[in-house]
């Protein structure tokens, strides 16, 4: 099972990719609940396929641009299934990231880790104290 993931609004976006190539794509209303909630609910999603974290074979993330939080928390889970699990993890942009990414899986590439791309600096409030 190949899994991609945008985590770069508060709309986490998964999709899961079969050995038949069946994709089936799944929406979470993530905001501010990403980082408590984004392993269970990848987890919960391959469930649906009687799958594992085990039994992913590639892993595809959007880039960014988009949010500083989300994109990290996103690229710092799948990057730890990516190096526990041993298998590839590409990362793409653009409108196209998940077929560019997806045919760079399919071509056995692999970017070891994946870095997230904020377009900008990352607006970090000062604190009030």
Known sequence: ???LLDTSTGECRLTLINHTNEQFDYV??????LSNGLLKFIVDKLKIHNKTVYEVTGIGVFAGP???TGLRIGMTI???LAS????PIVSGRGDNWADTVLKRLLAGENDHLALPFYGSEPNITKPKK
């Not at 979470?28 to 609940?33: F, G, H, I, L, T």
């Not at 526990?84 to 298998?87: A, F, P, Y």
């Open 28 to 33: 979470w209303q993530a905001d501010r609940e």
């Open 78 to 80: 799948l990057n730890t």
């Open 84 to 87: 526990d699990q041993d298998i």
């Open 1 to 3: 099972m190949i899994l």
């Open 66 to 68: 988009g949010s500083f």
